[in-house]
Every structure is written in structure tokens, then in C-alpha cells.
């Protein structure tokens, strides 16, 4: 028999869509302008760069509201680590290495107090917190180059800047597709992307 914990409000539900949405138009318009034969793009230049200047302009927003939201709401309370940070990482990595194919129970059970283990809270503050900002700070620095980049570094800084968003940028991709593998590792491999429409969280 399972139990149900709801732990996403509407609120989180909807900035966690919009970003996804936003996130993978990102991913894919930006690997079409840095990969793309010219004469046979993945989607034609001039729209790529369209559709990336406004998902990222609705990125920059939708993370604005995250910060709030976690500001305002006792959501924020999630993202905070307590005592113990190496020993517990070291428990859950050891537990997603070898101790989840023995059937050994989660050594940090998510409840309404904690919906986070260690490995994820520690990989969604260095993602929402470093990626993200560092990924929304570059691209308008690239979006308003003779108003900042020229100005405060220098000639050469575009270039830079710009190395600086794609390795960013490719750290967020390769998050996306640990979180989706890791999003199959629940009560049934659907059910924690259920969550994310219900806002409850299925348990034994």
C-alpha cells in the first residue's frame, strides 16, 4: 500500500514545466547555432537565435519568481544543509552505487519536511544557484555587448563570455538527463513525473 505526501504546490508545479519547456528550446536551439552545418542547420539560424533570445529572456523571469518563491514560501527551507554534509553525500552516493540494487531502504526517506537527500539538494543548489545565474548573467552579456562585455572587460571578453555560457550550458544538459534517469527511480518509474502534475508524492 503506498502513501501519498503532497509536496508540490501549483506554484512549483508550474515554474518546474515552464522551465523544462524553456530549458530544452535552449539546449536545442543552442546546439543548432554551435553545430549546425550552415547549409543544413537543425532550424534555420535566424530563428534559432530568435527562439533562444526569448526563452532565455522567460528563463531570466521564471527564475526570478523561483527566487522569490523560495524566499516567500517555506519552500526555501529545502535548499538549506544542516550538519553532516560530507557523511551524508558519501551515505546517498553509496546507497545509489550499490545499496538500491540490494533493495536496502533510502537512507533519507522523502517527507514533507525534507523532500530533498543530500546528492539532490547539493546538485540543485550548485545547478539553480551557480548554473543558472552564471548561464542568465553571460547571455545578457552577450545579448547587450556594446553596453557591458566591451565596456568592463575589454575587446576580447565576447569570446570568453560566450565559452563561459556554453560550458554552462552543457552543464545544465547533462543535469537534465541525470534528473530525468533519476526522476524513473521511484515507486514505479512514472510516478515521481506524476508528482509533477498532481503535486503528490507516492511512497511505500
Known amino acids: 500500500m503506498s502513501e501519498k505526501v503532497y509536496l508540490y504546490p501549483v506554484w512549483i508545479r508550474l515554474w518546474h514545466w515552464f522551465n523544462a519547456v524553456l530549458c530544452l528550446l535552449l539546449i536545442i536551439t543552442g546546439v543548432s547555432m554551435q553545430y549546425s552545418d550552415p547549409a543544413y542547420p537543425m532550424i534555420r539560424f535566424d530563428w534559432s537565435v530568435s527562439i ?4 532565455g529572456i522567460l528563463l531570466a523571469v521564471n527564475y526570478i519568481g523561483f527566487i522569490f518563491g523560495n524566499l516567500f514560501t517555506s519552500n526555501g527551507r529545502h535548499y538549506i544543509f544542516r550538519k553532516g554534509i560530507l557523511k551524508n553525500l558519501f551515505v546517498q552516493a553509496r546507497y545509489y552505487a550499490y545499496g538500491i540494487f540490494k533493495k536496502e531502504e533510502p537512507p533519507f526517506p522523502i517527507s514533507k519536511e525534507s523532500k530533498f537527500n543530500p546528492l539532490q539538494k547539493m546538485s540543485y543548489i550548485i545547478i539553480m544557484h551557480v548554473a543558472v545565474p552564471i548561464v542568465a ?10 553596453r557591458m562585455v566591451f565596456d568592463v572587460f575589454g575587446n576580447k571578453a565576447l569570446h570568453l563570455t560566450d565559452i563561459i555560457h556554453v560550458i554552462m550550458g552543457f552543464v545544465i544538459s547533462l543535469f537534465l538527463v541525470v534528473h530525468i534517469y533519476f526522476c524513473t527511480i521511484g515507486l514505479t518509474p512514472l510516478s515521481n513525473f506524476k508528482s509533477m502534475f498532481n503535486g503528490y508524492h507516492e511512497k511505500h
Open 137 to 146: 548573467i553571460t547571455g545578457i552579456m552577450i545579448f547587450f555587448p556594446e
Open 52 to 55: 533562444h533570445d526569448v526563452a
